[in-house]
Structure formats: structure tokens, C-alpha cells
């Protein structure tokens, strides 16, 4: 994972940060429809990892539901309070670094959404489980989606150029090279005629790669569907601590 300024800089640069807040009108669908699709595995209690701006906040959002969000980009927790503030929401949003954050109380539902997972190393990943033990509830759930990022290659749909307008610019992302060591794809963005640009990673992510590190720390699979938009899948995996392997 990067850290607070690289990701701070990817979201002004290459993306626009503002497209996952809870004000951007597709940001908000797409948030309403994962909580009707997977309506059973919410409970009362949720952790949003990567929160972003806190678009999922405002669907969860309910009488005698609980809802903290963590994000590291302070452009995102910003946009987050500043909607929360203006529907004088209860939603706790936490600027902090999701494998490092110290967490209080527990949850019976765990999400990391959207690029969330894009951003994390395998190990990255490890860490952030270990923070969640004690802070899981028996049998919580935790809800993730994900670029298959193997399968595009396998399927030869990986695109080594991509083009997109941010904020009235001409982005061009370019494939540089993939770092087999770290698991990682190596891109560069360049905003056409600005002669600038900026060298990012994107995690390889695929089912197999994400099941084994979740049943290390006793995620169990229950409920795998494609995603389409993303080229990739939506899990949900139940806690279980007897699940988890022993050492010795």
C-alpha cells in the first residue's frame, strides 16, 4: 500500500476523488445496490474499510445501526465529514491507515470496497486482518470486491492503455511493467499536454490468491458473484476463530 500523500496525489491526478463520495450520483447507486443485493449479510454493525467518501455511510444509514468508516486520503475523509455534517448523520469517519489503525468495539459486518483492495500488497492484506481480530463479532461478515487481475491477463483483456477525462483533462494510463515479487502492476498517468505524469502500482488480485490469505485468519467463503464493471468478483466470507489455523 501507498502511503497518505502517494494516494492523496493518485485520486487528485490520475482519478478524481470525488467520484466516490456519497454526493456522486452513481457512487450512491452503486453503494444502495450492494446493500439490497447482499441485504442478509449486513448487520447492525458495520467497519468500512476504504471508506472513500463515505457514499456506502449514507445507504447504510439507519436507526439502531452503527457505522464507522477509515480512510488514509484526507481529500476523501473531508468530502466524507463534510456530507455527513449536512444530513447531521451519526457515521464515525477516521483518518488512518487501515493496516496500522487502532480499532474500539466490534462489528458483525466488514467492507472494503470499490479500488480498496487494489491499493493492498498481500501482506498489506495480512496486516489488516490481524487488526480485525477481537474486533469481529462470532460469525461476522466481511463483504469485498475486486479486480481479477490474472484472469485479464489469462483472457488477454488487460489494457496497456487506457484513456480517461479527469476534471476536463486527457489522462492516458500506460502499463510500464509488472513486478512479479511484490505482485504488482507498474502504470504510469499522464495528463496529455501537461507534461506531467505519475507512476502508480495496482495489486494482482484473483479468488484463489484473496480465499487462502482470508482463510488465514479465519475468513471462511460463503457467497462468490461476478462483477461484471469490474472484470472481477463480490465476496463474503464468515468469521470464524476455530477456523484459524494453529501453529506447532
Keep these: 500500500m501507498t502511503d497518505a500523500e502517494s494516494l492523496r496525489r493518485f485520486y487528485r491526478f490520475a482519478e478524481d476523488f470525488r467520484r466516490y ?3 456522486n450520483k452513481d457512487a450512491a447507486r452503486r453503494m444502495e445496490r450492494i446493500l439490497r443485493v447482499e441485504r442478509r449479510r ?3 454493525s458495520l467497519l468500512d474499510l476504504g471508506c472513500g467518501g463515505g457514499a456506502l455511510a449514507r445507504a447504510f444509514e439507519a436507526p439502531g445501526r452503527y457505522y464507522v468508516g477509515i480512510d488514509v486520503n484526507p481529500d ?3 468530502e ?3 456530507e455527513a455534517r449536512s444530513r447531521h448523520s451519526t457515521a464515525t469517519f477516521r483518518r488512518a491507515d487501515i493496516r496500522r489503525v487502532r480499532l474500539r468495539g466490534s462489528f458483525d459486518t466488514v467492507i472494503l470496497l470499490g479500488n480498496a483492495l487494489s491499493h493492498l500488497t498481500a501482506m498489506d492484506l495480512l496486516r489488516v486482518l ?5 474486533h469481529a463479532s462470532p ?5 469485498v470486491d475486486y479486480r481479477d487481475t490474472v484472469r485479464l491477463f489469462f483472457d488477454r483483456k488487460w489494457r496497456r492503455r487506457f484513456v480517461q477525462r479527469k476534471g476536463g483533462h486527457r489522462v492516458v494510463s500506460t502499463t510500464r511493467g509488472v513486478d512479479l515479487e511484490r505482485g504488482e502492476v507498474l502504470i504510469s498517468a499522464r495528463r496529455a499536454r501537461a507534461g506531467r505524469s505519475l507512476g502508480f502500482t495496482q495489486t494482482i488480485w484473483s479468488p484463489f490468491l484473496l480465499e487462502a490469505l482470508m482463510s488465514t485468519a479465519g475468513w471462511k467463503l460463503v457467497r462468490r458473484s461476478r462483477e461484471p ?6 465476496d463474503v466470507y464468515r468469521y470464524d476463530r476455530a477456523l484459524i489455523p494453529r501453529s506447532g
Design 42 to 44: 449486513f448487520g447492525r
Design 80 to 82: 466524507a465529514r463534510s
Design 21 to 23: 463520495g456519497a454526493g
Design 229 to 234: 464493471r469490474w472484470y472481477g468478483w463480490r
Design 130 to 134: 490481524r487488526r480485525l481480530e477481537g
Design 139 to 143: 460469525g461476522a461478515r466481511f463483504v
Design 76 to 78: 476523501m475523509i473531508r
